[in-house]
């Protein structure tokens, strides 16, 4: 279908049309698949781009805004400091859409302060994190989201449990939390629907294994490697080609293994059709028992919509800030002399 | 003017009066709510048409530490920081030093329930029973101990002679009309003021007498009329954490901006968001910049040291900001209710790499108004931060001032693209089409589809596409300096106030030109001309050089350590270098006239000297009166 060109949705674009640069992240990183379905997504929803914003903080994950949406402004801001520069801008036009892209490092560790308030004050926005446990750009160290005893040739053993994005996201009061894994095409593009319509801020963590660096057994889930490929993955300058993983749709309530780069395995639980995503204390409890069980819960994990977003709560009319004529943003002349006789 | 000049319009018991020049301070216990009594006795003098100027001198605390306020009244309106000859002695734990401190001749009201144990017969002591006097007073406990502080209210009233009336004025003008809050104040005053006048027999010299020289005039903090300024100037997102000194900024933004800023259904047209951090503060002012709105954050030196990385990134990635520090003094924590100049160096080049900001340097509340709005013009003409470098002085004390002008010029939005103008004119956005280093942008929500670009930290093309090439590195970095020079010409101008032929020439900016002016009227009856410079902003224009070369030697008065904005004039103007001498006061307090005139008089004795000396520690000079 995307092969027709001139295929147009009702906002007359094609495909094409939703595209970004081309992507500089390794073959096979789970970020492209992620930025194929936001195109994919966007086309499908007939979004207008002039509408839509992308942002990101620093980091393989904050490169990738670069690689889809052309036609949106966007920006790539600090390491961490996306949610900021976002609530900023959303505050300076509230009629816009935003997509923010950030990675485990940019959001578990050095922008978790600024993470959360943006989840507490309800930011509108979809929040993906792009989250792969490792540290890209730098070759290889552990992230906040690295599982606990985990090792990597580079950096060792981790002695540390890690933060859970979904659990922190409903600590701090998000109405919208979800978990998939980019190679899960069909339940991303429905997620980041789901997440494109939400009123607040829609948090979506999503599991993008790194194709070079994330690149040992995992402990929990071992499984022989060819030795060969092990000793080329070795050199830190070397980063052989993969395939993006792609996995079959799996049913609600099943779970799904998957074969990641290395040889390692992931295992998924997709959450049945009858979950309840509306108790916080049961989504927070099925994250736990998935993470006891060494399994990654799938899917809507809480929804609520009844938090009014920033915006609203600021009480906005219809013109955004950024909009506003001349007259509006300087007050009258005859208000001034008023102002000034109550300091006389 | 002093004795002398009243000797021949007063007779008798008056004939030592000194009217309406004197310094008075009032030492209080830190949360006692003195603020109240001595904003009403500042006020008053204002009310009765004396030139006045308060400052609180307080500590980094919610109760209990010593605190000082120091009113100045003047008839000839010099409101610099001078040594108090009268003494409002409420707190215990100062009280041997607050009366040891006092000149010969010097005035001590005390409240009689402190132990008081000074052997200094040269002082003139009025004790104040204020225990007794609040018997009778009909408020209850907590706020009984508030109400304390106006018997010295009444008190000092009948000493100076403020009227009643004029005391019931200034309560109306603090508490807003709000009877029940003047009622109570009220009562205590008057009751002290009549047990003053019973009880006391008046034999110091201080005094007051009703001028004209406030008419028209206004008083105001220099944060309220920043905030005011930005108001004016359209800032329409404010995002800030809280730190001494720039709260009251933030205060007052949230004051006005109910009052100027909604829209025709009564809606915001504003939004202040309070940010868990200053790091989230100012990214959320670069966000707001990015999309359109004008941004204003405020801060002081520990915050702004949080912004450098988010000030680099708006400064490269070209995002108009506007940033008030209110100085206080660093490092650290420092001191951090004393003022300071010492962020100069560090806001002019704050961020990584080859980064330069505008920095403009407001002296009063007029300018803190007009720098106010300008800072947004700026910000949006040139796509960079503006800081605007206010200090705890000017921005916490209550100044007089000339009503606020309204802006002459329309809103400066700068280079800013529409839908149509895309079409008709294409858009890179790093491309200097005109020449000036300015490129055009366009805001996010723009219709047309080529108006789209990708802001970043990263290196960019015209095109604002990722780059790493050499070429494009260098030609982006010396378009921004291409930008910076039109910035010298835009930027408040120097204010040159020069005398022919002048023994001493002084380059100064901000809160040191009260006590900098006054010295040179001091000067100039000893027979000593000046000629000065005052600096408003940064990057300098040609006309600070020109002076500079005007004069063999320039005395270069700041309040930090190591003279910073010297180093900044010496590092561009390097053939004036030499004639550049720093001459710096770091002791927290703001300047005294008496301490630039021992200044002027040793550089007078002093060959040029090109090195850094800490002026304060030589030798005395003695002060001709």
New interface residues.
């Given amino acids: 279908m995307d092969r027709v060109p001139l295929k147009l949705n009702i906002a007359g674009l094609s495909k094409a049309d939703y595209a970004g640069?081309p992507s500089?992240l390794c073959k096979g990183c789970g970020h492209n698949s992620i930025a194929n379905q936001l195109v994919q997504v966007a086309y499908e929803l007939n979004l207008r781009?002039?509408?839509i914003?992308?942002l990101s903080g620093i980091g393989c994950s904050s490169k990738s805004?670069?690689y889809f949406l052309?036609?949106?402004?966007?920006?790539?801001?600090?390491h961490g400091?996306m949610?900021?520069?976002?609530?900023?801008?959303?505050?300076?036009?509230h009629?816009?859409r935003a997509i923010g892209v950030s990675g485990d490092g940019d959001t578990g560790s050095i922008g978790l302060?600024?993470f959360k308030?943006m989840v507490r004050?309800n930011v509108r926005m979809v929040y993906i994190v792009e989250n792969n446990g490792v540290y890209g750009l730098t070759k290889g160290q552990f992230s906040a989201t690295a599982e606990y005893k985990h090792e990597l040739k580079y950096a060792g053993r981790n002695d540390f449990p890690p933060i859970d994005i979904c659990m922190e996201a409903l600590v701090a009061g998000a109405g919208f939390v979800a978990r998939s894994f980019a190679g899960d095409a069909k339940q991303v593009r429905e997620l980041v629907k789901a997440a494109l319509s939400f009123r607040g801020l829609a948090v979506l963590d999503i599991i993008s294994p790194c194709v070079a660096f994330n690149d040992e057994d995992d402990s929990r889930h071992s499984y022989a490697y060819g030795r060969a490929n092990e000793k080329a993955l070795q050199e830190l300058g070397f980063i052989a080609p993969q395939e993006e993983i792609i996995i079959d749709d799996y049913d609600p309530g099943t779970v799904q293994v998957v074969e990641l780069h290395d040889g390692s395995r992931l295992t998924l639980r997709k959450l049945e059709a009858d979950y309840d995503a509306s108790d916080r204390l049961g989504a927070m409890a099925r994250l736990q028992k998935a993470d006891e069980a060494g399994e990654l819960l799938t899917g809507l994990v809480y929804y609520d919509d009844s938090r009014p977003s920033?915006a609203e709560v600021?009480?906005?009319?219809a013109?955004?800030?950024?909009?506003?004529s001349?007259e509006?943003?300087?007050?009258s002349?005859e208000?001034?002399?008023t102002?000034?006789h109550g300091?006389? | 003017m002093g004795v002398g000049h009243e000797l021949g319009r007063h007779h008798s018991e008056w004939e030592r009066s000194v009217v309406n020049d004197f310094s008075m301070v009032v030492a209080t216990a830190n949360g006692t709510g003195s603020q109240t009594a001595n904003l009403t006795l500042l006020r008053s003098f204002f009310k009765m048409g004396i030139p006045v100027h308060g400052k609180n001198i307080f500590p980094s605390n919610i109760q209990g530490l010593p605190t000082w306020y120091h009113i100045r009244v003047s008839h000839e309106g010099y409101i610099s920081r001078k040594p108090p000859e009268m003494l409002v002695a409420f707190n215990a734990a100062t009280l041997a030093e607050d009366v040891a401190s006092l000149p010969a001749g010097g005035v001590c009201v005390h409240n009689a329930d402190l132990r008081l144990s000074s052997d200094r017969t040269d002082l003139t002591y009025y004790p104040v029973p204020v225990k007794e006097l609040l018997k009778d007073v009909d408020v209850k406990g907590k706020i009984k101990e508030y109400i304390a502080n106006m018997t010295y209210v009444g008190v000092v009233a009948h000493l100076l002679g403020v009227s009643l009336a004029t005391i019931e004025e200034a309560l109306a003008h603090h508490f807003g009309g709000r009877q029940k809050l003047i009622d109570s104040n009220l009562q205590v005053v008057r009751l002290a003021h009549e047990w003053a006048r019973t009880s006391l027999e008046k034999t110091d010299p201080y005094r007051v007498e009703p001028l004209d020289k406030t008419d028209g005039l206004i008083m105001m903090t220099g944060n309220e009329a920043g905030a005011l300024g930005a108001v004016y100037g359209g800032a329409s997102l404010a995002a800030w954490y809280p730190i001494t000194p720039s709260t009251s900024f933030i205060d007052a933004l949230r004051e006005f901006l109910p009052r100027l800023r909604t829209g025709p259904a009564g809606e915001p047209t504003y939004s202040v968001v309070q940010a868990e951090d200053e790091l989230a503060a100012i990214g959320m002012v670069v966000g707001a910049g990015w999309a359109g709105a004008r941004a204003v954050t405020a801060t002081s030196g520990p915050g702004l040291s949080l912004m450098a990385e988010f000030l680099g990134l708006a400064y490269f990635a070209e995002v108009p900001a506007v940033l008030w520090d209110i100085q206080r003094v660093g490092p650290s924590t420092g001191l951090p209710t004393r003022t300071s100049q010492g962020d100069v160096a560090f806001a002019y080049g704050v961020g990584h790499g080859d980064t330069k900001h505008v920095v403009l340097l407001p002296s009063s509340i007029e300018e803190c108004f007009e720098f106010g709005y300008t800072a947004h013009d700026l910000a949006d003409t040139l796509q960079t931060p503006v800081l605007v470098l206010s200090d705890l002085d000017l921005g916490m004390n209550n100044w007089m001032g000339r009503p606020f002008e309204y802006p002459s010029e329309p809103l400066k939005r700068g280079k800013v693209l529409s839908a149509e103008q895309v079409e008709g004119l294409g858009f890179q956005r790093y491309k200097d089409v005109d020449g000036d280093g300015i490129t055009y942008r366009t805001l996010p929500g723009n219709e047309n589809p080529a108006a789209a670009w990708f802001g970043r930290g990263t290196g960019h093309d015209e095109n604002a596409r990722y780059s790493e090439r050499s070429e494009h590195w260098e030609g982006n970095m010396n378009r921004l300096a291409v930008k910076f020079r039109t910035a010298r010409t835009l930027v408040p101008g120097a204010i040159i106030d020069e005398t022919p032929d002048s023994d001493v020439a002084i380059v100064y900016y901000g809160t040191t030109r009260y006590a900098i002016e006054e010295a040179r009227a001091r000067l100039a009856d000893m027979g000593l001309s000046l000629s000065l410079m005052r600096l408003r902003a940064l990057p300098i224009g040609e006309e600070v050089g020109a002076f500079i070369a005007r004069h063999p030697r320039v005395m270069l008065i700041e309040m930090n350590r190591d003279g910073q904005l010297t180093a900044i004039l010496r590092d561009d103007l390097p053939e004036l270098a030499a004639r550049i001498d720093p001459v710096t006061s770091l002791d927290g307090m703001p300047l005294t006239a008496e301490w630039v005139i021992e200044r002027v008089l040793e550089r007078r004795q002093t060959p040029v000297s090109g090195t850094i000396t800490d002026l304060r520690s030589g030798s005395g000079v003695e002060v001709p009166n």
């Fill in positions: 640069n500089t781009p002039q509408e914003i992308k805004p670069a052309g036609m949106s402004h966007g920006f790539n801001s600090l400091r949610p900021s520069l976002g609530t900023g801008a959303l505050q300076a036009n009629t816009l302060g600024q308030h004050r920033l600021s009480g906005f009319g013109t955004p800030l950024a909009g506003l001349d509006q943003l300087r007050p002349r208000s001034l002399t102002l000034m300091y006389a």
